[in-house]
C-alpha cells in the first residue's frame, strides 16, 4: 500500500516536473514572441521615424527653397525700383542741367544787352558832343552875320531850323507810327489769341465730339422722329448737334461746351434704354440729366475742397472748381491739372520757406477761368482771377492766377512759383501724351525754319508752339532789315507747317520786329 502510495506520488512528481517544464517551454515561447514582436515594432517605428525625418527634411528644403526665391524675387524686384527710381533722378538731373544752361544763355545776352546798353550810352555823349559843336558852330555863323540886315538874319536862321525841325518830326511821326503799329498788333494779337483759346477747331475736335453706340439701325428713326420733331427737341433742349450719319448703329454729339455735350449724351443713352422717345419726355430726360450733372460737379468740387482742407472757399469757386472735372486741354483732365500744379507749388513755396496754403490755392485755382470760357468773353486767366476776386481769395492766389500766362506782371512771390508749377505738370511725363510728340516736332520746326535765315543767332520756341523769338547778329542786319525777316520767316512758317491758331514770331535786336504767322 505504502509502495503504491510512493509510486503515485513519484508518478506525480514526475508529472508534475513534466507540466511545469512544458508550461515553462510555453512562457518562453510566448516571451520569445513578444520580445520578436516588440523589435518588429521598434523596427518599424524607426523606419516611420527615418521616413518622416527625410519627409521633413525635404520640406525644410522646399520651404528654405522658395523663400530664397522669393527673396530674390524681392531683391530684384526693389533693385529695379531702385533703378528706375535712378533713372528718373538721372532725368531730373539733366532737366535741371538744361534749364541751368538755358539761364547761362539768358544770363549772356542779358550781359550782351548790357554791353549793347553802354554802347548806346557812348553813342548819346557822342551824339550829344556833336550837337554842342553844331549848336556853338551855329552861334559862330550867327555871329559872323551879324552885319546883315533883320530880313536876311531871319530868312538865314529859318534857312537852317528848317531841316533840323523837318528832320526832328520825321523822327517824331516815325516814333509815333511804330508805337500805334505795335500797340495795335499787341491788340489784334490779344484778340486772335483769345479767339483761338475758345473757337479753335483744330485743337478742339478730339475732345467736342461724343458718340453713342445705337442697338440697332432701326433706333435712328426712332430718335430722329416724324419729321425730325425728336432729334430737334433734343437739339434744343441740349444746345448740342446730333449728327446722324452714314455709319451703323452710331450717333454723334458735337458741341464745344464739355457740360453741355456730357448731359446730351447721358439722356440720349437713357431714352434709349427708356425705349420712350417723344419731345415731352426728351426734356423731362435732360431735366433729369443736367440735375445729376451738377449734383457731380458739385460733389466733385467739395470732393478736392474737403480732400486737401481747404477753408473759407466760396461757393462760387467750389462750383466753377467742379467743372473742371469734365474739362479737358491737351488731353489732360483740367481738375486733376490743377491738384497737381497745387501740389507741385506747395512743395515749391515749402522749400523756400513760404506759405504752402496760399501757393496750393493759387495752383488749384489757376485754370478756373477755362470752365467758363465758353460763356465769358476774355483769356481764362484773368477769367479764372476774377472768379477768385468774387470769391474773396486773398490777393496773392489772384494775382497768381491772373499772371500764369505772363498776361499780366508779377505782384507776389507767388505768381512765378504757379507759373513754374504749370509747366511743371504740363511737361511731366505722360501728361500730354496724345499731342507730346506734335508739340516737340512743332518746336523743333520752328526753330529749324528760324536758323534757316541768314543774321540769325539764337531762336527760341516757346508757349507750346505758339511763339518762336529770335536773336539776331546786330552787325549784320538793322532795324529795317529786322521787320522784313520777321515778316520772310511768318510767311515761311505759313507755308511749310500746318497750325491752329497762330503763330508769334518776335524777332529782336535793338528794335523788336514782331509778326504773326496765321
Known amino acids: 500500500m505504502i509502495i503504491n502510495i510512493l509510486y503515485a506520488a513519484t508518478a506525480f512528481s514526475v508529472l508534475l516536473g513534466v507540466l511545469i517544464f512544458f508550461y515553462a517551454q510555453y512562457q518562453l515561447s510566448n516571451a520569445r514572441r513578444l520580445l520578436s514582436a516588440a523589435k518588429d ?31 530674390e524675387f524681392e531683391i530684384k524686384k526693389e533693385r529695379s525700383e531702385v533703378d528706375r527710381l535712378r533713372n528718373r533722378l538721372n532725368s531730373k538731373v539733366d532737366d535741371l542741367e538744361k534749364k541751368e544752361s538755358r539761364i547761362d544763355d539768358i544770363r549772356h545776352e542779358l550781359q550782351q544787352k548790357e554791353r549793347e546798353l553802354l554802347r548806346s550810352m557812348d553813342t548819346l555823349h557822342l551824339n550829344e558832343n556833336k550837337l554842342k559843336k553844331i549848336y556853338d558852330d551855329l552861334i559862330t555863323k550867327l555871329e559872323s552875320i551879324g552885319s546883315m540886315s533883320k530880313d536876311e538874319a531871319r530868312n538865314a536862321l529859318l534857312d537852317t ?19 500805334a503799329r505795335e500797340r495795335a498788333k499787341e491788340r489784334a494779337s ?59 448703329e452710331v450717333i454723334t454729339i458735337s458741341g464745344f461746351n464739355p457740360i453741355r455735350r456730357e448731359v446730351a449724351r447721358r439722356s440720349l443713352e437713357k431714352l434709349i434704354v427708356d425705349g420712350r422717345i417723344n419731345p415731352t419726355r426728351i426734356e423731362d430726360t435732360v431735366a433729369q440729366c443736367e440735375s445729376e450733372i451738377n449734383d457731380i460737379i458739385e460733389e466733385k468740387g467739395r470732393e478736392t475742397i474737403l480732400e486737401y482742407n481747404l477753408q473759407g472757399v466760396a461757393p462760387e469757386v467750389v462750383t466753377t472748381l467742379g467743372k473742371l472735372y469734365f474739362r479737358t486741354s491737351y488731353s489732360q483732365n483740367v481738375l486733376k491739372h490743377s491738384i497737381e500744379v497745387g501740389l507741385f507749388s506747395r512743395m515749391i513755396a515749402d522749400e523756400l520757406s ?3 496754403e496760399v501757393a496750393f490755392r493759387g495752383g ?17 486767366a484773368l477769367i479764372g482771377a476774377d472768379i477768385a476776386k468774387r470769391g474773396g481769395e486773398d490777393p496773392r492766389v489772384i494775382n497768381a492766377i ?19 508749377a504749370d509747366m511743371i505738370s504740363a511737361s511731366g511725363p505722360g501728361a500730354r501724351r496724345e499731342t507730346f510728340s506734335a508739340y516737340i516736332k512743332r518746336l523743333e520746326q520752328l526753330e529749324d525754319i528760324a536758323h534757316s535765315f541768314d543774321g540769325v543767332k539764337k531762336a527760341y520756341a516757346l508757349q507750346a508752339g505758339r511763339e518762336v523769338r529770335i536773336m539776331v547778329e546786330e552787325e549784320y542786319l538793322d532795324d529795317e532789315k529786322t521787320s522784313i525777316l520777321a515778316r520772310d520767316i511768318a510767311r515761311k512758317i505759313e507755308a511749310d507747317m500746318n497750325f491752329p491758331g497762330q503763330i508769334r514770331v518776335n524777332v529782336i535786336r535793338k528794335k523788336r520786329a514782331i509778326e504773326y504767322a496765321r
Open 190 to 248: 490779344d484778340i486772335v489769341v483769345t479767339a483761338m483759346q475758345r473757337y479753335t477747331s483744330d485743337l478742339i475736335t478730339p475732345y467736342s465730339s461724343g458718340v453713342v453706340q445705337l442697338p440697332n439701325d432701326e433706333m435712328k428713326g426712332r430718335i430722329i422722329g416724324k419729321e425730325g420733331r425728336n432729334i430737334k427737341s433734343l437739339e434744343m433742349a441740349t444746345g448740342m448737334e446730333f449728327v446722324i450719319g452714314d455709319a451703323p
Open 402 to 420: 491772373a499772371a500764369h500766362h505772363e498776361e499780366v506782371p508779377f505782384t507776389s512771390v507767388y505768381s512765378p512759383i504757379i507759373l513754374i
Open 41 to 71: 515594432k521598434v523596427n518599424n517605428d524607426r523606419r516611420e521615424f527615418e521616413n518622416e525625418r527625410r519627409e521633413n527634411q525635404l520640406k525644410i528644403k522646399d520651404e528654405i527653397y522658395r523663400r530664397r526665391k522669393d527673396f
Open 364 to 380: 488749384l485755382f489757376h485754370d478756373l477761368g477755362k470752365a467758363v470760357t465758353a460763356e465769358v468773353e476774355g483769356p481764362h
Open 161 to 179: 531850323l528848317e531841316g533840323e525841325v523837318r528832320l526832328a518830326n520825321e523822327k517824331w511821326v516815325q516814333k509815333m507810327e511804330d508805337e
Open 354 to 356: 513760404l506759405d504752402g
